[in-house]
């Protein structure tokens, strides 16, 4: 039995050959199935194994996937940008519930398995050297769960060691957790708490970043603030850039989230400033507006002239909406002209709806 693309067809005729072929045939089906991203028959092959009594057939089982997913989780840590590390993390001797830790339930639970059915059978020290293994290959949830399992028996110091090391090594999610760490503890050096952020975000940690944007505008170091959160979106982070900007909206900054949006357009085009625009009260977006369409921002005419058209200033409103049309933007002269229908002696608005645009924006004659 063999299939090929169709992963549904894949997982129902491992299901078949579990309950109705050969052994050869259910592990070989399972097998194909988990290599196409159906995980479930390999899994429930692996559990019966163990609830049958085969203990070996298990772990081959389950160290069959780890292996598949550590591939798949070092394709993916290859990608750009920084390092979203997930865990928003507390002191390491803190239990850390399940769904904290750096990587989803659903990509780690073929080593869970593993793990927990090694200290069944050949004790805690096989599962913590098989989580070991798979932290040095720079699995951060094996790192962060081995960790904890020192803690949990009492080997603390081990653990504090093992985390060290791993730092001075260069792996991300220790180097935060010590960063971390030292921020929230009032006992660490301001200074060496700084410079241990500070690494943490040359590594690429995008947790780093947000940290000293949050740390500086708590300082009142704004022009610092806006540095840090500009080098974050320009790793693909853009959370404290946001923040940022909202803070000080929220705060009565506009000036100061005004300019932090200008700077980022020259970097990540005018997409900021158009999303700061549009979050604005009709009065407060004005300003905005015209400066963006005195830049030459694209879609500046069209969002200025529906607030023009808003504060009644419906002359250029109209100026505004065609100068949009012209470029492309439609919409805004269409909705002008659905508002003005109703009261419209000349019937020039409401030919406009029936006919259209010329490709010179004026309203084409009747078909």
Known sequence: MSFQTDTKAGRELAFLAAEF??????????????????????????????AGGRSADGVRYYRHAVAVMERRRRLRSTQSGLVDLRSSLQGLADSISPDRLPMPP??????????????????????DSELRGAADAG?????????????????????EALLLGKAAEGELWALWSLAHRARHDGSVNRAAARSLLEGAAAAGIAQAYAAMVEDAEDAGLTEEADQWALRAAAGDYTQPLWNTI????????????????????????????????????????????????????PWAPGMLAMRLEAAGEHRQAESLARIAA??????????????????????????????????????????
Do not use: Y
């Open 246 to 297: 909202r803070r000080r909206e929220k705060t009565g900054r506009f000036d100061a989230a005004e300019r932090l949006a200008w700077h980022a357009s020259t970097s990540l085009g005018t997409s900021v400033v158009r999303q700061l625009a549009a979050k604005r009260s009709a009065e407060a977006a004005l300003p905005l507006l015209w400066r963006a369409h005195e830049a030459g921002m």
């Open 326 to 367: 012209d470029s492309g933007d439609r919409e805004p002269l269409e909705d002008l002209a659905q508002k003005r229908a109703r009261d419209d002696p000349g019937g020039s608005w409401r030919a406009l709806l029936a006919n259209g645009l010329t490709a010179q924006g004026t309203t084409a004659l009747p078909w």
């Open 21 to 50: 072929g050969t052994a050869a045939e259910a592990e070989q089906t399972a097998l194909e199935a988990f290599a196409c991203g159906e995980t479930r028959p390999l899994h429930l092959l692996a559990q019966k194994a163990v």
């Open 106 to 127: 659903g990509e780690t639970w073929a080593l869970r398995e593993l793990v927990a059915l090694l200290d069944v059978i050949e004790g805690e020290q096989a599962g």
């Open 139 to 159: 699995n951060r949830w094996a790192l962060e769960k081995l960790i904890r399992r020192l803690h949990k028996r009492g080997a603390g110091r081990d653990g």
